[in-house]
Structures are given as structure tokens and as C-alpha cells.
């Protein structure tokens, strides 16, 4: 890599890669793209957008499903009595319809 003879400079390319340019050079001038190229790239990636928002909103539609679920069943799961709070104060209602007195 290191050549010091005096007929080489620093800024003159090396054979080899000339060479290998000329051919990339080559390769390249052979490429041609589809005539429909773009055409179908964005349509690809219209299709993976569409599928991840309809991803995204079948998750949502989950999850918030789910805790709503979730939420009603622990509702659900509350004692029916009356608890501490509610417990000897004020008057109760019997199951006549009459009032009872505390005591």
C-alpha cells in the first residue's frame, strides 16, 4: 500500500482501482429501472400502511375491550351488603318499608 518509487504520486489512482471503477462504471450504465418501479413500491407501502393502522386498531379495540371487561367484573365482584361505612348510622329500612329506629 505504501509505494514510495519516484514515478508514483500520491494523487495519481492505482491501475487496480481504475479498473474496478471502469467496471461498476459499466454495471451501472446497464441498469435500468422497471418502467413501473415507483408505481409499485408505493403501493407497497400504502398496503403495509394500511395494514399496521388496521393492526393498531384492532389492538386498541382489544385492549379497551378488555379493560372494560375487566372493569365490570371486578365491579361485579363488590360485596352486596352494605360495608363499614354504611354500617349503624342513620335509619335502616326494613323490609316492610318502615324506618327502624337505632338502638
Known amino acids: 500500500m505504501n509505494d514510495t518509487s519516484p514515478d508514483r504520486t500520491e494523487h495519481e489512482p492505482d491501475r487496480t482501482e481504475q479498473e474496478l471503477r471502469e467496471a461498476l462504471e459499466a ?19 400504502v398496503r403495509r400502511e394500511r395494514r399496521r393502522r388496521l393492526v393498531l386498531a384492532v389492538l386498541i379495540a382489544v385492549v379497551f375491550t ?11 365482584q363488590a360485596p352486596s351488603e352494605p360495608g363499614v ?17 337505632p338502638g
Open 27 to 45: 454495471l451501472a450504465g446497464g441498469v435500468h429501472p422497471a418502467p413501473d418501479a415507483y408505481r409499485t413500491a408505493r403501493g407497497d407501502w
Open 85 to 101: 361505612i354504611f354500617s349503624g348510622t342513620g335509619n335502616q329500612v326494613t323490609s316492610s318499608g318502615a324506618a327502624a329506629v
Open 66 to 76: 378488555l379493560a372494560t371487561l375487566i372493569g365490570l367484573w371486578v365491579l361485579n
